[in-house]
Each structure stands twice: as structure tokens, then as C-alpha cells.
């Protein structure tokens, strides 16, 4: 017989078994309750419900993708108007293979910012922040290589993405380097804008990182501090936490890697400087409370986190983000009449949507950012199709086909490279019959062993991130191209060398 794991179902049976005079009728009710809920489901009593028809797709489903994106384990939560309506665990927390269920902690990223925008906001309705002010009225410390610009950034520009600072600029605190909040923000003095200020938007984690400062600056108190007792507290998320050592001693999923196309356990540390833009943590069931008061004008029970007309101003339409073909808007992206943000860091992956009355949020602990990663959303997507009573999509082309792909055009390069290390040990590199064979052995030189390791490492360390992000984003793959490109320039050096001393024999002779 399955056990029925939701609190509400819980608190009630133990009220009413206590009764004196319904006490076979109560186990009829819950014997039968027993036996038609999933295990690991979790449903509102009260109000709405999930059908069974509903739960069996969404629960076909999620295996379904569970299953051909081989990912170790899913939360969702499904919230309609003030109700949860259904809550589930699917699939292990880790390699000890602990059920995940819907009270499992897991790492939020980029959802993270819809919790940095709403302390702002809490701050901004009571006096304290004005959205329209200068940045530096609340972190006088606050500057970037462009002083003038320095005292141009509202927090509007920041909580709208449209500060001018990039995503690259972004990623840098993925690195894990500076050990708070203040220092990470101390480090943008040297960092230039790439648009001006207030016109474009860009996606930057520096943005939500320096509210972040700005919300530990006005309250006196540390951002996870403030997040713990203004939200998580108010919104009874009793397993939401700031730290990944608070949050493994209440169950943390271990994160999933992709190496090589197959999945392993992988070790998050905590990132307290980028806590308010990637890091905080939260279950199924504490983030359906979330949902419920992002739709009830920031009510939850009889607890507000914020007014109504907060509520309505985060999710407005601010900045145009082509990205989406929609808006940015504050710690929430808009299109399509839906609002949503989803969240990746190296090894978590989450979706949150609200879409109407209906709240979605999908947790992952596992990610991939070459192959899988890219199809993670299909599951947000294919649920809301159900509940919308169309068929979900299920294709995902050939994961393990593609990561094949990749995998042996990496062995064909380190087989190339180390043929040509074998050739320099065996013999020296010798000026050939004509001029044409000289001039195509440099081209091809120049190219492989110069110009395209150059563009990897130059282009990938300055304009995507620093490879010490790229290898933990892409552990395995990061590390072996890495390790190529430096053969490659290793050995195209060693080569050049000994064709211009034989050149130089040659012109002697």
C-alpha cells in the first residue's frame, strides 16, 4: 500500500482519527486514499485537484523524459489559485538511491533572482529603496571602469537586466573566487560596460549579485538572512535554505554532470558571492507556496510577502528580451501572456511558470549543457500542455547519438596530436622538394596548431567564460579541449623551431 507523504493529509487523519465517531468511516477514506495516490504524490485536500486522468499523463510522462534524457531525478508542483494540486518526486537523489519526493532540496540558479527582485521590492514598499535612484546611493563603494557610468545605474536597470553590464561579466563569480556578496561586487571596479547604460538588454547574473548588496546594505542584514525570514519564513518553506551545508543535512539532491555524454554525481560547493542570483535552495512543496502567493497578489495563507501592486509590477513586461521573442521584467521573463524563469548551474536545473491561475515548478538535479540541458524545458512545456489538454512532445532527438558525435571528433583530434608527438620523437621536422610543399606545410601549421587553438582558448576565456567556468560547466569536455589546444600550440612551436632551423641549414648549404 502507498503512503500519501502531503502534510495537509497528514494533519487531518491525525484529527480525525483521534475522533470517537467516525473512526471506520475514516479508514475507509484513507485506506482508499492509500491505494489510489502515487507514491511520493502529494495532493491538495482541499479545493482543487489534479484528475487521476491528469496525474497519469503528467506521471507517463515525466518518466518518459526522465527516461530518454537519463536524468537521476524530477520534482514538480502544480498550484492552482491558492491550492497545490499535485506535488510529486520521481527518479533518486543520489548514488545511495534516496526516492526524491516533493520535500527534496535542490538548487535553484537562476530562480534564484524572482527571490532577489521580491526583497527589493519588500524593501521598496517600505521606503527604503527607490527604484529610480542611483545604485551608489545604497553601495557608495560601487564602480566599474567607467566612473561616470558608475553613478548612471538605477536599481531598475539592474532588477531589468539593462544595466550594460554583460554576460560574461556575469559568469565571472561562477568561478567561486571571492568568499562574499561585497567582495564579488568589489571586483566589477576594473569591469566595462558593453552597451550604455538603461538601452539594452543583457542577461547578467552581476546585476542580481549586486541587488543582492544592495539588500544587505539597507536591511542591515545578510541577504540570506533577510531571504530566510522575510520569505521563507513567511511562506512556511521549511525546507528552503541559503547554504548547501544547512541544506545537506535536510536531504540536498546530490547534482548530475554530463561527462562524455554519460551522467555521474558531481560535488556543488557553496557559492555564497552569487547566492542572490544562482544559489538559493528549495523543494517542490516550498516553491508551490512560492507560486501560490505570486498569484494570490503575494498571499499565502494569512501571510503577504508583498502588496498586489508589487506583485503585478515584477511580472510586468519591462525591457524587450529577443531572446524569448518577449520582456524581461523583475526577476521574471514574459511572452506569450505566460511568466516564467528558469535556472541552471553546473549541476541543478529549475522551471517555474505562471501561466493564468496555474503555477508550474520543475526541479532537476542534473544538467548538461552541450546535449540535454537544451530540452530540460520540454518537461515544464509538456506539463502545461496537459493541463491545457494537449499532447505533450516527447521527442528529443538521439542524446547518447549526438554526445557519440562529439566524443569521437575529440578522439579523432587527440589521436591526430599524438601521431604528430610520436613524429617528432621518431624524426625532425625536414624542409620539403618545393617551395609550394614549404609554403602548404606552414599554412596548415599556422592553422591548426596556431590560429584555431588561439580561437578557442582566446574566444571561449573572453567571450563565453573563463575556462575555469567552462570546465565545471563542462566537466570532462572543457578539460580534455582544453588540454588539446595546448598540445596543439605545444607542438606547433616544436615544429616551426625545427623547420626553420632545417630552412636555415638548407639556405647555408
Not at 166 to 176: I, K, M, Q
Not at 299 to 311: K, M, Q, T
Not at 440 to 447: D, P
Amino acid at each position: 500500500m502507498l503512503k500519501v507523504i502531503c502534510q495537509w493529509e497528514e494533519d487531518r487523519r491525525m484529527k480525525l482519527n483521534q475522533s470517537r465517531v467516525f473512526p471506520v468511516i475514516m479508514i475507509l477514506i484513507f485506506g482508499i486514499v492509500n491505494i489510489f495516490v502515487p507514491n511520493g504524490a502529494v495532493q491538495a485536500t482541499g479545493g482543487f485537484q489534479a484528475s487521476a486522468e491528469e496525474t497519469t499523463q503528467i506521471d507517463k510522462f515525466v518518466e518518459t523524459m526522465m527516461d530518454k534524457l537519463q536524468l537521476p531525478g524530477v520534482a514538480i508542483g502544480i498550484v492552482r489559485g491558492d491550492q497545490p494540486l499535485y506535488l510529486k518526486g520521481y527518479g533518486v537523489t543520489g548514488p545511495q538511491g534516496q526516492p526524491v519526493t516533493a520535500q527534496t532540496p535542490f538548487i535553484l540558479g537562476s530562480s534564484t533572482k524572482s527571490f532577489t527582485a521580491l526583497a527589493i521590492i519588500q524593501l521598496v514598499e517600505q521606503g527604503k529603496v527607490d527604484l529610480e535612484a542611483p545604485v551608489r546611493d545604497y553601495l557608495p563603494q560601487f564602480e566599474i571602469a567607467d566612473r561616470e557610468a558608475s553613478g548612471k545605474i538605477l536599481v531598475k536597470h539592474l532588477l531589468n537586466q539593462n544595466s550594460g553590464l554583460s554576460t560574461y561579466t556575469g559568469r565571472l563569480g561562477f568561478a567561486g573566487t571571492e568568499p562574499t556578496i561585497e567582495e564579488l561586487i568589489r571586483g566589477f571596479k576594473d569591469t566595462p560596460l558593453s552597451e550604455p547604460v538603461g538601452t539594452t538588454y543583457q542577461y547578467s547574473n552581476a546585476n542580481y549579485d549586486i541587488l543582492g548588496g544592495i539588500v544587505q546594505s539597507v536591511s542591515g542584514m545578510s541577504y540570506a538572512d533577510y531571504v530566510r525570514k522575510n520569505i521563507f519564513e513567511l511562506l512556511d518553506m521549511k525546507n528552503s535554505f541559503t547554504s548547501t551545508l544547512a541544506a545537506k543535512k535536510h536531504g540536498l539532491a546530490s547534482g548530475y554532470q554530463s561527462i562524455f555524454g554519460y551522467m555521474f554525481p558531481t560535488e556543488q560547493p557553496d557559492n555564497p558571492s552569487m547566492l542572490a542570483s544562482a544559489y538559493l535552495i528549495s523543494s517542490a512543496e516550498d516553491m508551490a507556496h512560492y507560486l501560490i502567493s505570486q498569484l494570490n497578489d503575494g498571499n499565502f495563507g494569512d501571510s503577504s510577502v508583498a502588496s498586489a501592486e508589487s506583485i503585478r509590477r515584477m511580472h510586468e513586461p519591462a525591457v524587450p528580451d529577443p531572446t524569448i521573442n518577449g520582456h524581461y521584467g523583475m526577476g521574471w521573463e514574459i511572452a506569450d501572456g505566460v511568466v516564467r524563469h528558469q535556472g541552471d548551474i553546473e549541476n541543478f536545473h529549475s522551471s517555474m511558470v505562471l501561466d493564468g491561475d496555474t503555477g508550474i515548478i520543475v526541479l532537476i538535479n542534473a544538467h548538461d549543457y552541450l546535449v540535454r540541458g537544451g530540452k530540460f524545458e520540454m518537461i515544464t512545456d509538456g506539463i502545461r500542455d496537459i493541463l491545457h489538454g494537449r499532447q505533450p512532445q516527447t521527442d528529443v532527438g538521439s542524446v547518447m547519438g549526438t554526445h557519440l558525435i562529439l566524443d569521437l571528433v575529440c578522439l579523432a583530434v587527440a589521436v591526430l596530436l599524438g601521431i604528430s608527438v610520436v613524429r617528432l620523437f621518431k624524426r625532425k621536422v625536414r624542409i620539403a622538394c618545393t617551395p609550394l610543399r614549404n609554403l602548404l606545410f606552414v599554412l596548415f601549421l599556422l592553422l591548426f596548431n596556431f590560429a584555431i587553438p588561439v580561437v578557442v582558448l582566446y574566444g571561449a576565456g573572453r567571450f563565453v567564460a573563463s575556462w575555469r567556468v567552462v570546465c565545471s560547466f563542462l566537466p570532462g569536455l572543457g578539460h580534455l579541449v582544453f588540454l588539446l589546444c595546448i598540445l596543439a600550440l605545444g607542438i606547433g612551436v616544436v615544429k616551426l623551431i625545427l623547420f626553420v632551423g632545417n630552412l636555415r641549414r638548407v639556405i647555408r648549404i
